[in-house]
């Protein structure tokens, strides 16, 4: 029902920056969160942060928090994850990922909750 189109990931060096993007076919932040989960090679999908308007929360994990930055605009039916002082263990692939909006805070972010998923962007952060 809902389409999600991730963009942003790239190449940069550490410390770098980048700036995420996912725009959704509807913006329904009533019903869903928009926020984003990353895999990086051998590991499970972990969920980075997301954002649930009809909460107003956000989350963030332990590993981005103070670095990543979630915001959205209504109009663009877009939520951006602007990603400052990238690390070489930041390197995955980016998935944006809508869920229950109630599901995006409180311990409740994990891949298992996602409804709908992005095709993911590539993020690669050299030393």
């Known amino acids: 029902e809902v389409q999600l189109v991730d963009s942003g990931g790239g190449l940069v060096q550490a410390g770098g920056s980048l700036r995420l993007s996912c725009v959704a076919s509807?913006?329904?932040?009533?019903?869903?969160?928009i926020g984003w989960f990353r895999q990086a090679p051998g590991k499970e999908r972990e969920g980075v942060s997301c954002f649930s308007a009809s909460y107003g929360r956000t989350y963030y994990a332990d590993s981005v928090a103070g670095r990543f930055t979630i915001s959205s605009d209504n109009a663009k039916s877009t939520v951006y994850l602007d990603m400052n002082n990238l690390k070489p263990e930041d390197t995955a692939v980016y998935y944006c990922?809508?869920?229950?909006?109630?599901?995006?805070?409180?311990?409740?972010?994990?891949?298992?909750?996602?409804?709908?998923w992005g095709q993911g962007t590539q993020v690669t952060v050299s030393s």
């Open positions: 990922a809508a869920t229950a909006a109630f599901l995006c805070f409180n311990g409740g972010y994990h891949a298992g909750a996602v409804r709908f």
């Open positions: 509807e913006f329904h932040y009533g019903d869903y969160a």
